[in-house]
């Protein structure tokens, strides 16, 4: 985006070649600011050019605010200037870098880092994406137990320019050699904060003053553990350790940070029937974005197909009560609102730490009783609404497209009855008993109404057994009106039945998913609001039945 303050004044020092303007920016803002400045549609040539006028370490601290595909960019533009600038990088936001470079750039760029940065790359690079050793730096401060806290503090003196942080110190041990010649990590002994430090007298010794009861974490835990580990205790960073407690790396809350928008991302696009999209949604490929959205609607899409094989077995009561055909989608919206949310909640819930698939009965009892309470009172509002249903809407109105006849004993009448509907619109109704003969014979007492415009029947003409009446086309033939009691106990005992199981499908679903070593996101939203459609169309047709006919 365009920053409405810095970016005119960036082009305009761009072409002045203003040097120390542009020092002078990249110097005294915080890096955050000027790579949100940098945004605009500078080509990654003039980027370099910006950020060039600045210090390495400031250059270094710009680039790690760039987005992913300005990195990106700049990398394979300025390849000679990366390798300076990765020294000085944070160590694991380089090798998030390089794991989005391509190969051949990745190669290239390798050759300009010095050794022992290839080494700690390499090291890094070894740990499964998305686990904590991919998350972990290993710029970390750390002291051996033997020195004095005066001494601890020279020492910190020395480390802190090239440190991620060293509010935490590292007490660790001297490195033993492995059976290969090698030196293991060192053993981790304890922890110092920079606090306890500053404040113990200058001769106490480290060992005395360091915490041994440690909370760590293990490299190949997955990265969800973090954010759960960080948010209970309350750390900035966490140590990282291997089978044999000696210190890898740590984690720092700014990459904790990261993960938590991270994770919230995927489970919100997996709640929405989305396939988790790498990047922004605006840089993201059409393909990409369309793939991961097309495979789960298709699916969902077959499984609410089921829905018409389960209306066609209900297909004579919907011609009996047409009025039915209204209420259905009131009725399974509220399954699919109520079943996403017991999903969502439980989600989270497992998400956090606080539910686990052994806790399915204590679950399930809680969402039964919060069913039937949510069922209870949207069922109130449905009666209410049900009962309130014009006359009109309730006798069930079928559209006769052909003409057709109505035979009746000599001399009897079919007088065309005026009426007007609620918006004031007149019409006309030729009222028939039940059993009247017609093309096929009425089974309820019915009410035939006239097309607009047409007042009265013609005169009828003399048959074998009686007259026959001329009905045109277009007619409306209306049966007898459903009790408004009878519909409005039907609608609201269909919408606790499916507010009941739209609830208990939403919480169970989550924790099978779970147990079954499963993303329980995937089961919030579209899924279950699918679940619950079709099973719901069963339960409000059934209530129905048995209430209505």
Request: glycine share 8%.
């Amino acid at each position: 985006m365009v920053h409405p303050l810095f970016s005119p004044e960036i082009k305009l020092m761009l072409a002045e070649k203003n040097s120390a303007g542009l020092r002078e920016f990249c110097e005294s803002l915080h890096p955050a600011t000027v790579a949100e400045a940098l945004e605009d549609d500078l080509t990654p040539e003039q980027i370099w050019e910006i950020i060039s006028n600045a210090s390495i370490r400031t250059q270094a601290s710009i680039f790690e605010y760039l987005t992913p595909q300005q990195q990106v960019l700049m990398a394979e533009k300025a390849r000679p200037q990366m390798g300076e600038l990765f020294g000085k990088m944070s160590h694991d936001d380089r090798v998030d870098l390089l794991r989005r470079l391509p190969g051949r750039v990745t190669e290239s760029i390798m050759r300009l880092v010095d050794e022992a940065d290839r080494r700690d790359i390499a090291t890094l690079f070894q740990y499964g994406e998305n686990t904590v050793g991919a998350l972990m730096t290993t710029d970390y401060a750390w002291l051996p137990g033997t020195l004095t806290a005066a001494e601890a503090i020279d020492q910190l003196r020395q480390q802190a320019p090239d440190r991620e942080t060293i509010y935490y110190i590292y007490v660790l041990d001297d490195p033993l050699r492995r059976a290969d010649g090698s030196l293991s990590p060192r053993r981790l002994l304890g922890v110092v904060s920079l606090r306890d430090l500053i404040l113990a007298p200058r001769h106490a010794l480290i060992r005395e003053l360091m915490e041994t009861d440690l909370v760590t974490l293990r490299y190949d835990d997955d990265q969800e553990a973090v954010a759960q580990l960080f948010a209970r205790y309350d750390f900035l960073a966490s140590p990282v350790v291997d089978d044999q407690f000696g210190l890898l790396g740590i984690v720092t809350h700014d990459d904790v940070l990261d993960v938590v928008r991270e994770e919230a991302t995927e489970d919100l696009q997996r709640q929405a029937a989305v396939g988790p999209i790498e990047g922004d949604y605006l840089n993201a490929s059409f393909y990409r974005v369309w793939r991961s959205r097309v495979k789960w609607l298709a699916v969902l899409f077959v499984a609410e197909l089921l829905t018409f094989t389960v209306m066609e077995r209900f297909e004579e009561l919907i011609a009996a009560v047409v009025v039915l055909a209204l209420f259905v989608p009131l009725c399974i919206s509220t399954g699919g609102n109520s079943g996403t949310q017991a999903a969502t909640l439980v989600t989270r819930a497992m998400a956090l730490g606080f539910v686990g698939p052994r806790d399915w009965k204590r679950v399930l009892r809680r969402e039964l009783m919060m069913g039937l309470a949510l069922g209870g009172a949207l069922g109130g509002i449905a009666f209410i609404r049900g009962a309130l249903t014009p006359s009109d809407t309730r006798s069930g109105p079928r559209k006769v497209n052909e003409s057709f006849s109505i035979r009746v004993p000599a001399g009897t009448d079919l007088p065309a009855q005026e009426g007007a509907s609620l918006w004031g619109t007149k019409y006309w109704d030729v009222p028939l008993d039940a059993g009247t003969p017609q093309t096929t014979k009425m089974e309820k007492n019915a009410r035939v109404r006239l097309p607009e415009g047409t007042k009265g029947l013609d005169a009828p003409t003399k048959s074998a057994d009686g007259w026959e009446y001329q009905f045109p086309a277009e007619c409306e033939v209306r049966t007898e009106p459903v009790s408004r009691w009878r519909l409005g106990a039907a609608i609201s005992i269909a919408v606790l039945g499916i507010c009941l199981w739209g609830t208990l499908i939403g919480c169970v679903i989550p924790l099978i998913i779970r147990q079954l070593g499963g993303d329980p996101a995937i089961a919030s939203g579209a899924l279950v609001a699918t679940v619950v459609d079709v099973s719901g169309i069963a339960i409000f047709f059934s209530a129905a039945w048995v209430i209505l006919l």
